[in-house]
T-cell receptor, first 115, second 112 residues
């Protein structure tokens, strides 16, 4: 069974600092995508960043970047210059590669941003 | 471009009742997936619809059913509601079955 593990239930970062959220996954596939989604108190799941496994280059989106280690099956999210609006639950997700792209989510990491 | 929308925002039902939740997919998207998110947990996949046909199902009983319409909007129906069905129900649409999924704001269902 495919699993996604987020070992940090909660993290805290000061405004303007950098924080890294961890995620590991288990798959036997060689070609796949990985996602980080953000869920603020408003509840809407918002796509933060996507990584394609066949690309060696780590994905970046403005202040968000990933450290993708395919052999280790690790997919961490780095948030630079943290802002108060970054406070949310962050979920790592992996889609199966069957006919239906079912996303398997981790248990989430709650990020607090302090002044 | 309009994003994914869901209705209603909140819903309160009693055990044994039936409920219908609705989702409008993003323009240009032909695939809709439904997820159940219990409090404090990550979303769990219920099923996916692609071009009006169910295209994969998670570990949910048959009383969870759905539809997709020609305009690619979708409904999730839950019969014989149980207390454990209380959750946030999320709809996501994608350009194809395996493309990136974009989520709606969710429907909070409370079963009393």
């Amino acid at each position: 069974a495919q699993t996604v593990t987020q070992s940090q239930p909660e993290m805290s970062v000061q405004e303007a600092e950098t924080v890294t959220l961890s995620c590991t996954y288990d798959t036997s596939e060689s070609d796949y995508y990985l996602f980080w989604y953000k869920q603020p108190p408003s509840r809407q799941m918002i796509l933060v960043i996507r990584q394609e496994a066949y690309k060696q280059q780590n994905a970046t989106e403005n202040r968000f970047s990933v450290n993708f280690q395919k052999a280790a099956k690790s997919f961490s999210l780095k948030i630079s210059d943290s802002q108060l609006g970054d406070a949310a639950m962050y979920f790592c997700a992996y889609p199966n590669t069957g006919t239906a792209s079912k996303l398997t989510f981790g248990t989430g990491t709650r990020l607090q941003v302090t002044l | 471009e309009t994003g994914v929308t869901q209705s209603p925002t909140h819903l309160i039902k009693t055990r044994g009742q039936q409920v219908t939740l609705r989702c409008s997919s993003q323009s240009g998207h032909n695939t809709v997936s439904w997820y159940q998110q219990a409090l404090g947990q990550g979303p769990q996949f219920i099923f996916q619809y692609y071009r009006e046909e169910e295209n994969g199902r998670g570990n949910f009983p048959p009383r969870f059913s759905g539809l997709q319409f020609p305009n690619y909007s979708s409904e999730l129906n839950v019969n014989a509601l149980e207390l454990d069905d209380s959750a946030l129900y999320l709809c996501a649409s994608s350009r194809t079955q395996r493309d990136t999924q974009y989520f709606g704001p969710g429907t909070r269902l409370t079963v009393l």
